[in-house]
């Protein structure tokens, strides 16, 4: 059965260091995302991608953040200059194109931990 | 702003006992539902999705859930569960119109005691 999947499954980084989150997702889906939890909160939606550029992002995804697909299988996150605050799983998703209400389907997430 | 509140942030529960796991929504626009479940150390999977149509849903694994339009609530029920579903279940909206992001509630870890 097709997955999303998603590398690496932990990173550990020092406090402005780049980072950057990769996800491979389904490869007939159209729609990618990227969600993230805070450890003890609940997940948040940080941006969806369509057609190659962005189709939404939330307040959260600010000028430190940003997303390609850099060919036809990846799609990455990458964080410029990460904070303390950025610490948190990273889930990527994508959903096909066949409609509203859509399932997205889920990578494993990342852990990311900034010191 | 819409919202999803998961009213219980921790559920313990017998084996073969029944559960319900409660989901409110708030929206000024109609919205399609979702329950996730996540294992330990895996990503989100869809359980079950209510788009339209009848009110009772069911999904994987032996659980059901109720859309009820006029207490905005989307409550996710089994009646007799195993400790393989001992995981964190998550509540979800999406917008019919517009953005298809997911709205997220803050999560429910249900804990299956033998």
């Known amino acids: 059965e097709p997955e999303v999947t998603q590398t690496p499954s932990h990173q550990v980084t020092q406090m402005g260091q780049e980072v950057i989150l990769r996800c491979v997702p389904i490869?007939?889906?159209?729609?990618f995302y990227w969600y993230r939890q805070i450890l003890g909160q609940k997940v948040e939606f940080l941006v969806s991608?369509?057609?190659?550029?962005?189709?939404?992002k939330s307040e959260i995804f600010d000028d430190q953040f940003s997303v390609e697909r850099p060919d036809g299988s990846n799609f990455t996150l990458k964080i410029r200059s990460t904070k303390l605050e950025d610490s948190a799983m990273y889930f990527c998703?994508?959903?096909?194109?066949?409609?509203?209400?859509?399932?997205?389907?889920f990578g494993p997430g990342t852990r990311l931990t900034v010191l | 702003a819409q919202s999803v509140t998961q009213l219980d942030s921790q559920v313990p529960v017998f084996e073969e006992a029944p559960v319900e796991l409660r989901c409110n929504y708030s929206s000024s626009v109609s919205v399609y539902l979702f329950w996730y479940v996540q294992y330990p150390n895996q990503g989100l999977q869809l359980l079950l999705k209510y788009l339209s149509g009848s009110t009772l849903v069911k999904g994987i694994n032996g659980f059901e859930a109720e859309f009820n339009k006029s207490q905005t609530s989307f409550h996710l029920r089994k009646p007799s569960v195993h400790i393989s579903d001992t995981a964190e279940y998550f509540c979800?909206?999406?917008?019919?119109?517009?953005?298809?992001?997911?709205?997220f509630g803050q999560g429910t870890r249900l804990t299956i005691n033998p």
């Open positions: 991608f369509y057609n190659n550029e962005i189709s939404e």
């Open positions: 490869s007939n889906h159209l729609y």
């Open positions: 998703a994508s959903s096909a194109p066949s409609g509203r209400g859509n399932e997205q389907f």
């Open positions: 979800a909206v999406t917008f019919i119109q517009g953005a298809q992001k997911l709205v």
